[in-house]
């Protein structure tokens, strides 16, 4: 029998996802003898080892694992061109992959999920949340969120919201601190800074009030990289944070965080849904891009300002 390079890309893929040539081969009803000689005859053609085997587990090798997302992007697109060409193709189907940072994955798109889910029930979402900038194309990333300008040339970029900022603290550290009146008095407090990974740059947060405006750019006490760590920080009385409007509502009803000099605002950072030019945009991906937008622009906490 004439070797299938199709079939051999879908029994590997199934193996990194369940991690076992037994569970692919039932999974895909076929003998396991027949996975077997698939991938052997996929590592054959590639020149390369694409599994590490155990007598607990099968996990894809570094090669493996990049073979692995390009491989299950072809795969997914020729799927999406089958179904495009027959009676269901108005039905969106396959795997989005989607990165955010991770206030806009907490506050906003995994509480709406079950919704987007009863919209598109064929559509299965890998979703990353972190403050890192991926690269999409390497990463194998459909489609991101991303927050600030972007000037990724290769990037196909739609702004879609703004995420809004307040600085805040907790009533334990206000109450044994000297009280905070105008921007000035914040050179006596203990500030606490976010630094974004990656680039290291720190979040300079700039006050404004009418055509005044005030620059937080002391020494901080601590730094931090990571968005919940940060808000925590400010939770148990560290020092005074400028976190994500949305972030902080919560805290702020329940009085566990206060709201400080509240007449003066932060500037938001406009958030965009970014994905690769030379990548096609796929019906699974439009769908999610359009719901992720929709709800971003209707909600008030993360919509662009007029």
């Known amino acids: 029998m004439a070797f299938d390079r199709l079939e051999a890309m879908r029994a590997f893929c199934r193996i990194v996802e369940v991690g076992s040539f037994t569970r692919a081969a039932d999974s895909l ?45 072809v795969l997914e697109d020729i799927d999406e061109l089958e179904m495009s060409v027959s009676q269901s193709r108005s039905e969106a189907r396959g795997r989005v992959r989607v990165e955010m940072p991770s206030p806009v994955g907490t506050c906003l798109i995994i509480p709406s999920l079950s919704d987007f889910s009863t919209l598109h029930p064929n559509i299965q979402l890998d979703i990353g949340c972190s403050e890192r900038v991926v690269d999409l194309v390497q990463e194998g990333i459909d489609c991101a969120f991303r927050g600030g300008p972007v000037t990724d040339q290769e990037l196909v970029c739609r702004p879609v919201g703004q995420m809004h900022f307040c600085l805040c603290a907790s009533p334990a550290y206000l109450s044994n601190t000297d009280p905070i009146l105008k921007p000035g008095d914040l050179l006596e407090h203990r500030y606490l800074g976010f630094t974004f990974p990656g680039s290291g740059k720190q979040l ?60 003066w605002t932060l500037p938001g950072m406009p958030i965009s849904l970014v994905y690769p030019y030379s990548r096609h945009l796929s019906a699974r991906v439009r769908v999610f891009v359009d719901w ?14 007029a």
């Open 29 to 73: 009803n076929v003998a396991k003898t027949t996975i077997s000689g698939q991938i052997q005859g996929l590592e054959s053609l590639l020149s390369v080892k694409l599994l590490h085997r155990t007598t607990r587990r099968v996990t894809p090798t570094t090669d493996g694992a990049a073979y692995y997302q390009r491989a299950r992007a």
């Open 204 to 263: 300079t947060a700039v006050l404004q009030n009418g055509d005044k405006s005030f620059a937080i750019d002391q020494l901080p006490a601590m730094r931090f990289n990571h968005g919940g760590a940060y808000i925590t920080a400010g939770l148990t009385g560290l020092g005074i944070v400028s976190v994500p409007r949305a972030e902080a509502n919560p805290h702020l009803q329940s009085g566990k965080l206060v709201e400080i000099l509240s007449d």
């Open 292 to 305: 992720a937008a929709a709800l971003m622009a209707n909600d008030p906490d993360w919509k662009l300002s």
